[in-house]
């Protein structure tokens, strides 16, 4: 049981009936009331008293689209981390590889986060490449993006990979001229395979689940979605809850499997663990050359080095028919629908299969996700808002490929408007806005930031006019997240009868600098009115 406590300093409750306050009062994990100090004391008379002076007392920050079952387990020791945020030449990626594939021996070697756009001279890689580097010992790769892996035939043979095992649902093998395997799989039910030799030897999931909700509420975040989740992964995750590794709530979006059918029911969990959703990819990862654009990829060095033709454009990972009998049997059930999408041909695809999908089984309240939506276009937006769709964006792309995007991937008529989160706001969506780790750190400060700047970490501008407010970005790491998650019932404001999940930040970010936003300091996170991060106040 949680003390009763106040909190008093500058609050900031992402409530628009009470936007300003001076003091927060907290009682069995949950807020009791907001106001001045002598309404908290009025509330709770016994409370403890924090006095936070300057600093900036919010809801806890909310991940909308999280893969926090694949980063716990990527970013575990068994893997090697080589993305760009951690490695940012090639020479040194390539060093590592090879250095831990003589140190690994017989078990293999796994890596993650390899990112030619970034890192910037890395070699194309194929089957017979990694075969060079790893003869007989297991060697995998998977891209930052997380939708390609590359593998040696060592790999292969251990996931029981041939030249004759079929695509995966929504996922394709690679081949090369004479039909023999690539050495590379598109999209997460490749990675599946591939990584399941390897997967099953990390044992329980428990205490890198810990580490890493750890790392979230460091963050300053108290909940998370899983937009990949593994229905295999239930009881492990039933299993961290029960020995009270989760430290932020969790909400779960299970990829949709030809069953077209979840063995979970709508009414399941509580308020800390909850399925939600159904997350189904329209197409793939800009940086891989495979989402559905209506525009070719520039012909540039790095579009060659990733192997892509002039005039390239890719493909959906489903067609339309596909999509609509996917939407339908899971919408039928109930579930909230997410999908993956970044070019606007794909967008088209997955909008005009909803509109018919509501047309035909209207619901009031479904919330359906698009996810990324890097090449969304305002009309695209319009089109959302009027039949009730959410997006979340991914605007930390800006930030650590904003250049590529411009520079070697789109121009600036495309690759500039990535993300377009004024024209979304301006449409009247409700968005949020991701980090969808391990790609990018869990970082909402720098979302909220490079939200309102669109500033890219090379100084440059991309598109203005598609820039938030401090008060829209702050929304949508807060309580339009909530909105998405289902969960702006009971978090995502400052509102008595939510739970107290709340950041302390060194600084009120309305009054910062947008650019030195990143900068201020998460002091500390309470999860239902227990401290998880930070000093003990």
Not at 90 to 95: E, I, K
Not at 184 to 208: N, S
């Given at each position: 049981?949680?003390?009763?406590l106040?909190l008093?300093?500058?609050?900031?409750t992402?409530?628009?009936r009470?936007?300003r306050?001076?003091a927060i009062a907290?009682?069995r994990?949950?807020?009791?009331?907001v106001?001045?100090?002598e309404?908290?004391r009025?509330?709770?008379?016994?409370?403890?008293?924090v006095h936070?002076d300057?600093?900036?007392i919010?809801?806890?920050?909310?991940?909308?689209?999280?893969?926090?079952t694949?980063a716990?387990t990527?970013?575990?020791?068994?893997f090697?981390d080589i993305?760009?945020?951690?490695?940012?030449?090639a020479?040194?990626?390539?060093d590592t590889i090879?250095?831990?594939v003589?140190d690994?021996g017989?078990?293999g070697?796994y890596?993650?986060?390899?990112?030619p756009?970034?890192q910037k001279?890395?070699p194309?890689?194929d089957?017979?490449?990694l075969?060079e580097?790893?003869?007989s010992?297991p060697l995998?790769?998977v891209?930052?993006s997380?939708?390609a892996?590359?593998?040696?035939?060592?790999?292969?043979?251990?996931?029981g990979?041939?030249?004759e095992?079929?695509d995966p649902?929504?996922?394709s093998w690679?081949?090369d001229d004479d039909?023999?395997?690539?050495?590379v799989?598109?999209e997460t039910?490749?990675?599946l395979v591939i990584?399941?030799?390897?997967?099953?030897t990390?044992g329980p999931?428990?205490?890198?689940?810990r580490?890493?909700?750890g790392q979230?509420?460091a963050?300053g975040?108290?909940?998370?979605?899983d937009?990949?989740?593994n229905?295999q992964d239930?009881?492990?995750?039933n299993?961290?809850q029960?020995?009270?590794?989760?430290?932020?709530r969790?909400r779960?979006?299970?990829?949709?499997?030809p069953?077209?059918?979840?063995d979970t029911?709508?009414?399941?969990?509580d308020d800390?663990?909850?399925?939600i959703?159904?997350?189904t990819?329209?197409?793939?990862s800009?940086?891989?050359?495979?989402i559905?654009t209506?525009?070719?990829y520039?012909d540039?060095?790095?579009t060659q080095a990733?192997?892509?033709?002039?005039?390239?454009?890719?493909?959906?990972n489903?067609?339309r028919?596909?999509l609509d009998?996917?939407?339908?049997?899971?919408?039928?059930l109930?579930?909230?629908?997410?999908?993956?999408?970044?070019?606007?041909?794909?967008?088209?695809?997955?909008?005009?299969?909803w509109e018919?999908?509501?047309r035909?089984?209207?619901?009031?309240?479904?919330?359906?996700?698009?996810?990324?939506?890097g090449?969304?276009?305002?009309?695209?937006?319009a089109?959302?808002a009027?039949?009730?769709?959410?997006c979340s964006?991914?605007?930390d792309h800006?930030?650590?490929w904003?250049?590529?995007?411009?520079d070697d991937?789109?121009g600036?008529?495309h690759?500039?408007?990535?993300?377009a989160?004024?024209?979304?706001?301006?449409?009247?969506?409700?968005?949020?806005?991701?980090?969808?780790?391990?790609?990018?750190p869990?970082e909402?400060l720098?979302?909220?930031s490079?939200g309102?700047t669109?500033t890219?970490?090379?100084?440059?501008?991309l598109a203005?006019?598609?820039?938030?407010?401090?008060?829209?970005?702050?929304r949508a790491e807060?309580?339009?997240?909530?909105?998405q998650?289902?969960?702006?019932?009971?978090?995502?404001s400052?509102?008595?009868?939510?739970?107290?999940?709340i950041v302390v930040?060194s600084?009120?970010?309305?009054?910062t600098?947008?650019?030195q936003?990143?900068?201020?300091t998460?002091?500390?996170t309470?999860?239902a009115?227990?401290?998880?991060?930070?000093?003990e106040?």
């Amino acid at each position: 049981m949680t003390e009763d406590l106040i909190l008093r300093g500058r609050v900031l409750t992402m409530d628009d009936r009470q936007p300003r306050a001076s003091a927060i009062a907290v009682s069995r994990g949950k807020i009791v009331a907001v106001g001045d100090i002598e309404v908290a004391r009025t509330a709770l008379p016994d409370a403890r008293t924090v006095h936070l002076d300057t600093a900036c007392i919010m809801p806890g920050f909310i991940e909308a689209h999280g893969h926090p079952t694949a980063a716990a387990t990527t970013l575990a020791e068994t893997f090697v981390d080589i993305r760009p945020v951690i490695i940012g030449d090639a020479s040194t990626v390539l060093d590592t590889i090879r250095r831990e594939v003589a140190d690994r021996g017989t078990e293999g070697a796994y890596f993650n986060g390899w990112d030619p756009l970034l890192q910037k001279g890395l070699p194309p890689i194929d089957r017979r490449v990694l075969d060079e580097i790893a003869p007989s010992t297991p060697l995998v790769i998977v891209h930052n993006s997380g939708h390609a892996v590359y593998f040696n035939s060592a790999a292969a043979e251990a996931a029981g990979v041939t030249r004759e095992t079929p695509d995966p649902p929504g996922a394709s093998w690679g081949h090369d001229d004479d039909g023999e395997l690539s050495g590379v799989g598109h999209e997460t039910g490749t990675l599946l395979v591939i990584l399941a030799p390897v997967l099953r030897t990390l044992g329980p999931i428990t205490e890198r689940l810990r580490q890493y909700c750890g790392q979230l509420n460091a963050a300053g975040i108290t909940t998370v979605s899983d937009m990949a989740f593994n229905p295999q992964d239930r009881d492990a995750l039933n299993t961290a809850q029960a020995a009270g590794a989760l430290t932020t709530r969790l909400r779960l979006y299970e990829m949709s499997s030809p069953a077209l059918h979840s063995d979970t029911t709508l009414d399941n969990g509580d308020d800390m663990l909850r399925q939600i959703g159904i997350k189904t990819w329209s197409d793939g990862s800009p940086w891989v050359g495979n989402i559905a654009t209506s525009f070719p990829y520039l012909d540039t060095p790095a579009t060659q080095a990733m192997g892509l033709p002039p005039g390239h454009r890719g493909t959906t990972n489903y067609t339309r028919e596909q999509l609509d009998e996917i939407n339908e049997a899971y919408f039928l059930l109930g579930w909230q629908l997410s999908c993956h999408s970044h070019g606007d041909d794909a967008i088209d695809m997955v909008l005009g299969s909803w509109e018919d999908l509501l047309r035909h089984h209207p619901r009031d309240d479904h919330r359906l996700r698009l996810e990324h939506c890097g090449a969304m276009r305002p009309d695209q937006f319009a089109r959302a808002a009027q039949i009730g769709v959410t997006c979340s964006l991914f605007v930390d792309h800006l930030y650590y490929w904003g250049d590529v995007l411009v520079d070697d991937l789109f121009g600036p008529d495309h690759g500039a408007r990535w993300a377009a989160a004024g024209s979304a706001v301006r449409a009247g969506v409700r968005i949020s806005m991701h980090n969808d780790a391990p790609v990018t750190p869990d970082e909402p400060l720098r979302n909220i930031s490079v939200g309102v700047t669109r500033t890219s970490r090379n100084g440059s501008v991309l598109a203005s006019d598609e820039r938030l407010t401090v008060d829209q970005a702050l929304r949508a790491e807060t309580i339009d997240a909530a909105y998405q998650l289902f969960a702006d019932d009971i978090v995502g404001s400052l509102t008595p009868g939510k739970y107290a999940d709340i950041v302390v930040l060194s600084g009120d970010p309305t009054e910062t600098a947008p650019e030195q936003i990143p900068d201020l300091t998460v002091l500390a996170t309470f999860l239902a009115g227990e401290q998880v991060h930070g000093t003990e106040l």
